[in-house]
């Protein structure tokens, strides 16, 4: 893209933004619908009437999604402000096959009548990827981000069920990436590469440089769970790990546990198991780090470091991996506590 297009698309999507945040805090104060007398509250700017037609589209997509939101996780909802990148409909955007070297035109409304900004681009392995699926479909429309210079197509794929297989139990750890409930072990750098996010400047290349690496290092690491054979994957549903004055957790602790992304980790399971069509069920993960896989007793003596030790049977095993194995014997239609009792056959999946 040249910098004169670079330009009009940058002016494009801050009339956008200034437009889709007056209809947020519009619709947030007055309820509306999507039609003419709601979209007509808008007065000013240089947005064309499909470009104002999108913005109050989605301003009410945010507005609905925000407030279910807030009412499922039993807190207050606050008025969503758009920043970033902007969904861009049929009506302002479309995908068309290009020409000569290049194999696709996005093609988005300017701020001038009947003046287009075509910005034609080459394919690439991860969109020829989505596209090789059966059933595979290239839709119009596209979100955009102008400060970044990218844009994100979408791909509509036919409903699959979940393919039946093994089950595995896994614990995102800090010392080890991921440990499952087969004994195996991926990741076991991530820790110096936290240590290096920490240690760079706030607000440096270095840094971002830093945060770049460990993130293709989480996807290259989950990237290795077996998931041609899973069928379902078992994890913790980790929250506020870095947060609160619990014992234990003081500046010493939430400084050195600031690099530590767990959720880069259960966003990329998420993402991985439905491309493999593995049902992914994230579990309470109380006392799975406490609690003996073989007999089931719980204290917090039977964990020292990276070793568990059974304080009423004696079983010795991997902390870790304990852990995992009560992820993979968790019920969750019974208790948001109950887990049975492993075993040590139990610890190899059939």
């Known amino acids: 893209m040249t910098d004169a297009k670079h330009r009009r698309l940058f002016a494009v999507m801050r009339e956008v933004r200034s437009c889709l945040n007056w209809f947020c805090k519009d619709l947030w ?12 509250r808008f007065e000013g700017g240089g947005l064309s009437y499909r470009h104002r037609q999108n913005c109050l589209k989605v301003a009410l997509e945010a507005i609905v999604a925000t407030k279910r939101s807030a009412r499922e996780l039993g807190k207050a909802a606050s008025c969503p402000n758009i920043h970033g990148a902007i969904q861009l409909s049929t009506l302002v955007c479309s995908v068309e096959s290009g020409k000569g070297s290049f194999d696709y035109v996005l093609k988005v409304s300017s701020l001038v009548s009947g003046e287009r900004i ?4 080459k394919s690439h392995l991860r969109l020829n990827h989505w596209l090789a699926k059966p059933g595979a479909e290239l839709l119009q429309g596209a979100t955009v981000d102008a400060e970044r210079k990218l844009a994100w197509l979408w791909i509509r794929l036919p409903d699959e069920e979940p393919k039946v297989g093994d089950v595995l139990g896994v614990d995102i750890g800090v010392n080890k990436l991921i440990s499952d409930s087969n004994e195996n072990h991926y990741g076991t750098e991530i820790r110096a590469l936290c240590q290096k996010v920490r240690r760079k400047k706030p607000g440096s290349k270095a840094k971002l440089r830093a945060r770049r690496e460990r993130r293709d290092y989480i ?3 989950v990237k290795e769970l077996p998931w041609k054979t899973l069928g379902n994957l078992k994890a913790e549903d980790l929250k506020n790990m870095k947060r609160g004055k619990q014992k ?4 010493n602790f939430r400084r050195a ?5 767990y959720c880069e980790v259960l966003a990329r399971l998420t993402c991985l198991a439905q491309e493999n069509r593995v049902r992914l069920e994230l579990v309470n993960p109380k006392n799975t780090s406490r609690r003996c896989a073989k007999c089931g007793h719980v204290a917090k003596a039977n964990r020292v470091g990276e070793m568990f030790t059974c304080q009423q049977c004696s079983h010795t095993a991997d902390a870790d991996t304990n852990a995992a194995i009560n992820i993979l014997h968790y019920h969750s239609e019974n208790s948001q506590d109950n887990m049975e ?3 040590l056959a139990a610890m190899k999946i059939a």
């Open 118 to 121: 075509v910005i034609p681009f």
């Open 257 to 261: 546990m600031a690099p530590w992304t």
């Open 248 to 251: 234990g957790r003081g500046k």
């Open 29 to 40: 104060k007055t309820p509306g619908s999507l039609d003419a007398v709601t979209l007509n």
């Open 219 to 221: 996807c290259r690491v």
């Open 341 to 343: 009792p492993g075993s």
